[in-house]
């Protein structure tokens, strides 16, 4: 089965939120000594999608 894709458009404010955001619940998770493997990847997804300019 294919996976549905899903396309977020943000503006640089929303954008900024995102990553600030993924990156506290990463700090978060080290300090609970949990795994961040998940949000990494994340991480990386939003910091590598290419810009698209309106």
């Known amino acids: 089965m294919f996976k549905k894709k899903h396309y977020l458009y943000l503006d640089e404010s929303e954008y ?3 990553v600030r955001s993924l990156v506290e619940l990463k700090n978060r998770l080290i300090r609970a ?3 961040t493997d998940c949000v990494d ?3 990386m997804k939003v910091l590598s999608a ?3 300019r309106i």
């Open 33 to 35: 000594e949990r795994f």
């Open 50 to 52: 290419p810009v698209k």
């Open 41 to 43: 990847e994340l991480i």
């Open 16 to 18: 900024n939120v995102l």
